[in-house]
């Protein structure tokens, strides 16, 4: 196996506040990765998830207002992932990765892109 770990495969080691607003990780190292280009491991699996799009509250069906986890206030500029796995991620900046299963309103997400 190699062991080079491909940098751009985060998981929890990456903590949520390094995620700023814009989608960028800011790396201990000053290195910065997008959000978007990252793989995510979900909770209890071996497996990294690939981004398939990193979009705000505002594009959901129903919104989430609150973290599910720590219960404070999402900011409407925070970005949220949905993964190849079909799950949404929540970056907190409270507290910590949320994987939260939630309807996506791509109808629309796909009408505001056009
Ligand atoms: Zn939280």
Redesign the pocket.
Known sequence: MDKKIDENNIDARVKTYQIDNDGIVHLKNGIKLELSQCKLIPPGEHKYVNVVMMFSLENMMNPLTK?P??N?TIPWDRPILLMDNNQFVYP?E???W?WDPQTFNMVKFRRELQ
Request: hydrophobic letters at 10%.
């Open positions: 973290c986890n720590c404070s907190c409270d507290c910590t949320v």
